[in-house]
């Protein structure tokens, strides 16, 4: 299930990953063979609601699922290196200097006891840069992200900045060392909603500036729509559709990415009709069933939806690149969204 | 900060007026009778009523107090009612003694325990850590006077005969002969031992949770994802956080030792403030008494306030401007 990418090699290879949690109940499959590429350069968004699997695919990304988790199948691969099972020592040069990664909530990511110019020049210094040199830098990184009077600022603890300055402070962590991939994980969920459009802003600067590829995970369809060029909807730690931005915003195939779209409030809502749902609740991890994971929820779910599990697969009379795994998906295709 | 301790130290007073005022009409109401004791227990109704007005105990209690308190702040603390030596001189020699014990406690126990703790959470739920949780719970249980005994029969006598010597190794009382490092060091190894049993056991566990805690972080998470390795991110990033907790117990139970230490020094025939306590009380000295729990009321508030220097030293979020 290799996807063929428009570069002929992708800076990141995701095939068949599988992330699974022991807890006493049993192994949560938190995320069940997914493959993917990321080009150099590119912005491929991953969409999908909460557990679904997105922050622990980039984590293991990151070789850094947490305990009780562990990579159970597949391989990653960034340029020619295969990460997976690489040893904690090689790997850890990698961390911050060839993928590097921004985590949702900046006030718990970054150490309250430390000034924050020190945790930026630490990005530097543990890969070998020299001290002096990295604090130059980093009084440069925190003006490249806008944050004005970097060099007091510098001195300061994180607490002493608001959630969009931290933001700033975390992503010019990230991009120190010129990665060739940055992930971001909701980087703008735990902001505020007039904050968050300019550290998108920021984060789309700096993603030019290191000349990084970006793996942008997010719930948020609006922030896909307007940084990704391609995006993966995941549900129940697997992709179930994925294509460009436009070709999978304007003409969504699966019952759940056209869900997703619905629930999405625009300004001709009718502000008095309560929001489109999609009903139900997502499966329990727990549980690996052989069917559609979403047909207990799904309007349109016949019969083999729930006795064997659809494949992700190119859809008809689209774009190559548009997949979707749902046995309804040439009806679907006919069955235009109604907006 | 500067501003911030004064006004602390300036809090303190009240609290320490208010725990000399209970202290001493506790101990002249209920404890034994001073002029008693001064005329030797005898029912010579002349002698007790010389020293009742020597005393001024023949004055109401709270002209007593506010004259007592008029006294001790002038550093005029009066003289035992047992041997007339001055108060304020044997609780001096008392506390240097027990400062000796208790510093070195303090000092060794942190160490280890911190370096215990750290390790018990870098490495939870694995052989090791449970073998210290074991050991952590045996020192809790042990009572300090059965294991300080323990410690005299094999490490002083057993120790001596093992090594088939005529001169013991570690001294089991304060030694007369001779000063210096090497003595100092022998005869304080036994008793800061079996104190760092009891601190060690404690403190380690306090280390392991919040160690524990802070190792969930998403800091730790941020720290590890910039390419640190893994004993940096807990010794850098992680114990600098997971400090604070700690040195709050370690400051306040620091603070009790000045007055706590009674089983320890009565097992090693200390001379210090628990066994100038003890002797006190069994002499019903009431001149001793009071100004010995006014001061190791002083140092827990001493100490208190030490905890919370620290702790904004520590984490820059509780600074005070």
Redesign the interface.
């Known amino acids: 299930m290799t996807i063929i990418s428009e570069t002929p090699t992708p800076l990141l290879v995701v095939d068949d990953l599988a992330v699974e949690f022991a807890t006493s109940s049993g192994a949560i499959h938190a995320v069940n063979g997914i493959s993917f590429t990321v080009a150099a350069g590119e912005t491929v968004a991953i969409v999908g609601e909460s557990g679904s699997g997105k922050s622990v695919s980039a984590l293991a990304i990151m070789g850094l699922i947490p305990p009780p988790g562990h990579q159970t199948n597949g391989v990653v691969r960034l340029a020619s290196q295969t990460l997976t099972d690489m040893p904690d020592r090689h790997y850890r040069t990698l961390r911050g200097r060839n993928i590097a990664m921004i985590f949702q909530d900046p006030l718990s990511s970054l150490n309250p006891a430390f000034r924050v110019g020190d945790q930026i020049v630490e990005a530097m210094t543990t890969h070998g840069t020299a001290k002096a040199e990295a604090r130059t830098r980093a009084i440069e990184l925190m003006e490249s992200v806008g944050i004005a009077n970097a060099p007091r600022r510098a001195r300061d603890y994180p607490h002493q900045f608001s959630g969009g300055m931290r933001q700033r402070v975390m992503i010019a962590m990230a991009i120190a060392n010129r990665p060739q991939l940055l992930i971001a994980d909701e980087p703008t969920t735990a902001l505020d909603v007039t904050i968050q459009a300019q550290v998108l802003d920021v984060l789309q600067a700096a993603k030019k500036d290191a000349d990084a590829a970006l793996l942008l995970i997010t719930h948020d369809l609006g922030v896909v729509a307007g940084m990704a060029d391609r995006v993966l909807v995941m549900y129940a730690g697997r992709i179930i559709e994925q294509g460009s931005v436009d070709e999978v915003l304007i003409n969504p195939i699966h019952p759940y990415t056209r869900g997703l779209l619905a629930a999405l409030p625009s300004l001709h809502t009718n502000s008095r009709a309560p929001l489109p749902t999609i009903a139900g609740v997502p499966p329990n991890l727990l549980s690996d069933r052989e069917a559609c994971a979403l047909a207990p929820r799904c309007e349109f779910a016949i019969d083999v939806c729930r006795s064997s599990r659809p494949l992700l697969e190119a859809v008809s009379g689209n774009q190559e690149n548009h997949q979707a795994a749902c046995f309804r998906a040439h009806d679907m295709a006919v069955l235009k969204v109604d907006k | 900060m500067t501003r911030y301790i004064g006004r602390r130290i300036l809090a303190a007073i009240p609290v320490l007026l208010l725990a000399s005022l209970l202290v001493f009409v506790l101990v002249r109401q209920f404890g034994a009778d001073p002029a008693r004791t001064r005329c030797q227990q005898s029912r010579d109704l002349k002698c007790l009523a010389r020293t009742r007005v020597q005393l001024g105990l023949d004055r109401p209690l709270p002209v007593q107090y506010v004259d007592f308190m008029g006294d001790f702040v002038q550093g005029d603390w009066g003289t035992s009612e047992r041997t007339d030596q001055s108060v304020a001189e044997s609780i001096g020699i008392a506390l240097g003694e027990t400062a000796q014990l208790a510093f070195w406690g303090v000092a060794f126990s942190s160490v280890v325990a911190i370096s215990v703790g750290v390790y018990s959470a870098n490495k939870a739920y694995s052989p090791g850590d449970y073998f210290f949780t074991g050991l952590a719970f045996a020192g809790i249980a042990m009572p300090t006077f059965w294991f300080g005994l323990i410690c005299i029969n094999y490490l002083t006598f057993h120790l001596k005969e093992l090594l088939n010597t005529n001169e013991v190794i570690f001294f089991s009382i304060p030694n007369a002969t001779g000063h210096g490092a090497i003595n100092g060091f022998r005869e304080l190894a036994l008793p800061v031992l079996v104190l760092s049993v009891q601190l060690v056991a404690g403190w380690s566990r306090y280390q392991r949770s919040s160690m524990l805690d802070e190792l969930d972080?998403?800091?730790i998470?941020?720290?590890?994802?910039?390419?640190?390795?893994?004993r940096?991110v807990v010794w850098k990033?992680g114990l600098?956080?997971s400090l604070g907790a700690l040195v709050t117990v370690i400051a306040i139970d620091a603070g009790a030792l000045f007055g706590g230490l009674i089983v320890t020094e009565r097992v090693f025939s200390r001379p210090g403030m628990g066994t100038l306590f003890l002797n006190a009380l069994g002499n019903g000295d009431s001149a001793v008494l009071i100004p010995w729990m006014i001061v190791t009321g002083v140092f827990i508030i001493i100490f208190n306030l030490f905890a919370d220097i620290l702790y904004g030293v520590?984490?820059?979020?509780v600074r005070v401007a």
Not at chain 2, 221 to 230: E, F, I
Not at chain 2, 314 to 317: G, K, M, Q, T, W
Request: charged fraction near 45%; charge should be positive; aromatic fraction near 4%.
């Open positions: 972080s998403d800091y998470r941020t720290a590890r994802s910039k390419g640190l390795t893994r940096r990033h600098r956080n520590l984490d820059p979020r």
